[in-house]
């Protein structure tokens, strides 16, 4: 393959230099036309009726394997047996590798759009239904062109991942002894992969177009910092890369030194500094990188890989842990967002046209009381020390709120009535994601103790784009002023109400977002453990009056364009080594 650059988004700063391994699970997915010369007719023309052969070979051997009950099983497979032994089908797409100079598994999609197209004019709708068939028996003959499914715990060397999609699953399985980095062909710049990306602090890139040409066993350079991956890069990029990867390595180590720092600008406005965290393992990170308790434990993560859904006692005994290793230091325990594309195996995948719409968070919650109330249950019992909050997820009116706090409040008499001790004071907040939640701010206020704007979901539901989607993450912006005036309405209403408000989505990482929401005075920010050193240092270096006044500019500017370069300038000249290691929301 010769050097060639892909482009995506940059989700994860890094940088990483070293060979690939393609995941090839969703072997559809991947179909790409690469073209042909005619040298090569023979050779793809080959595989085509190579992968027929194993396919035919294996299904032979399954049916085989049918116990004689199963008849419709087994007629399904000699339907399927009868598609395969059928010249016509692999003719049609060898014709195509030669008459398109395309591959093999081009040529395949060509032959089985042209069943389809035949198929639908046929007027029986059970006939017509068994396109199905083909579609079925060339996913098999696909999965021999591109090698068997792959797993990601099959990496055995350090190798840099790539891979249609990443769910939130998966990434719990990404061991750092075995990948270095990164990149999807889907996905936006919160995808969960992404948030896990940075926890684990490796370079990580999605949204990368073309990715599947690279497959197995290519050398690349993966620059996080700017999206790119550069294949088969020449000798003297690999040369700049390494020092680039050491210079990054160095700033670090420097910026990490005054981590434990309180973040106070210098005319001394102090934010608190909370830290992120989607598993209990990542707690020594938090604290390590200078987090002042943790803000956001994401606690469906541990849902994530696992069968059976863990019992009362298990959460109980992770979050007294957790509490007492934070302890004098808070955390905040959101409760289960589950759904969307957070699937616990136990529940399985819902289905659902729009997931991000559909049983997501509390909802999901709402629908499974008995796991919703062990996990209150968990959560208070583990409230003694006194430095435990809880958090609602995707609150979205009043009703609502008013029904999960009835829940909440009786369990809470349940556990009083069997003696069993809680914090009486624990404080309760509710996540602000939702448009209609940002709207009736000064009501949600009046309810709770405490907000948490969730900016990665305001973000996505407020301009109506999917957070994971490449295809719209160009309208991803943090500094569209619909975004950043619901933001002040929310911060605004809760101070009017006596209440503080945090900000835990990745804005509050974003080293170009934070001066400005800090102009909002908000009173803390929670973020990946990874960014807290280079943010409490940007803080550190800045003054409240200057915050406010870039937030003044921005708000008074009507294009999104126009506040991203204002932003990027600005910033860019007063923290220039700062801002040489980052990947940023806002688009250049
Ligand atoms: C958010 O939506 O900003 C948030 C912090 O929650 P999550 O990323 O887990 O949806
Ligand atoms: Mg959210």
Not at 214 to 232: A, C, P, R, Y
Not at 300 to 327: C, G, H, K, Q
Request: with cysteine; aromatic share 8%; glycine share 6%.
């Amino acid at each position: 393959m010769a050097r060639r650059i892909i482009k995506g988004i940059p989700v994860s700063a890094g940088l990483a230099i070293g060979k690939t391994y393609f995941l090839n699970r969703d072997s559809e997915t991947s179909i790409v036309r690469v073209n042909i010369t005619p040298e090569q007719v023979p050779q793809e023309t080959e595989r085509i009726r190579h992968g027929f052969r194993l396919a035919l070979e294996d299904l032979e051997e399954l049916r085989k394997k049918v116990p004689r009950e199963l008849k419709e099983k087994a007629a399904i497979i000699d339907s399927h047996i009868m598609i395969l032994r059928d010249k016509k089908f692999q003719n049609a797409a060898c014709h195509y590798v030669g008459s398109r100079l395309i591959n093999a598994e081009w040529a395949l999609e060509n032959a089985v759009g042209d069943i389809e197209k035949a198929f639908s004019r046929i007027e029986d709708e059970y006939i017509r239904s068994r396109i199905q068939d083909v579609r079925l028996v060339a996913g098999r003959v696909r999965s021999q062109l591109f090698g068997q499914p792959k797993n990601i715990s099959e990496v055995s060397e350090r190798m840099i991942l790539l891979a249609h999609d990443l769910s939130p699953a998966d990434t719990l399985e990404l061991k750092l002894d075995k990948i270095m980095a990164f990149a999807t062909i889907t996905g936006g710049k919160t995808s969960h992969a992404g948030i896990i990306a940075r926890s684990l602090q490796i370079p990580a890139i999605v949204g990368a177009e073309g990715l599947e040409e690279i497959q197995d066993d290519h050398l690349v350079v993966l620059d996080g910092f700017n999206g790119k991956i550069i294949i088969e890069p020449s000798e003297k990029e690999i040369t700049r890369f390494t020092e680039l990867k050491f210079r990054f390595g160095e700033y670090q180590s420097q910026v990490k030194r005054n981590c434990h720092l309180p973040a106070e600008t210098i005319d001394g406005y102090q934010m608190q500094v909370l830290a992120n965290i989607e598993l209990f393992e990542e707690v020594t990170s938090a604290i390590d990188n200078g987090g002042e308790g943790i803000g956001l434990y994401r606690t469906e993560y541990s849902f994530l890989n696992r069968e059976s859904l863990p019992s009362e006692e298990e959460l109980y005994e992770e979050y007294r842990d957790l509490a007492s290793i934070v302890y004098p230091q808070k955390v905040v325990f959101r409760t289960l967002d589950l759904g969307a594309d957070k699937i616990a195996p136990h529940f399985g995948a819902l289905k659902e046209l729009n997931p991000a719409l559909g049983l997501r968070g509390i909802r999901f919650c709402r629908q499974h009381p008995d796991l919703f109330q062990a996990q209150l249950r968990a959560i208070l019992r583990a409230s003694t020390m006194g430095n435990v909050s809880i958090l609602f997820p995707l609150i979205s009116g009043m009703q609502e709120l008013v029904e999960v706090k009835e829940i909440y409040f009786r369990v809470r008499e349940e556990l009083k009535a069997q003696q069993v001790s809680f914090d009486p004071e624990l404080p309760m907040g509710i996540m602000i994601e939702l448009p209609s939640a940002v709207f009736i701010a000064d009501m949600l206020a009046r309810e709770v103790d405490f907000f948490s704007i969730g900016t990665n979901d305001l973000i996505q539901y407020s301009l109506g784009i999917d957070r994971t989607n490449k295809h719209v993450s160009y309208l991803y912006q943090p500094l569209h002023p619909a975004v950043l005036r619901s933001i002040k309405y929310v911060i605004d209403a809760a101070h009017a109400a006596g209440i503080a408000v945090n900000i835990c989505g990745e804005m509050a990482a974003d080293p170009y977002c934070i001066p400005i929401l800090m102009g909002m005075q908000l009173d803390s920010v929670s973020l990946n453990p990874q960014a807290i050193p280079g943010i409490k240092r940007i803080i550190r270096q800045t003054t409240m009056d200057e915050c406010k006044d870039l937030l003044k500019q921005v708000l008074s500017s009507n294009e999104v364009p126009q506040s991203n370069r204002l932003v990027r300038d600005k910033i860019f000249t007063r923290f220039p080594e700062e801002l040489m290691f980052y990947t940023s929301l806002i688009e250049d």
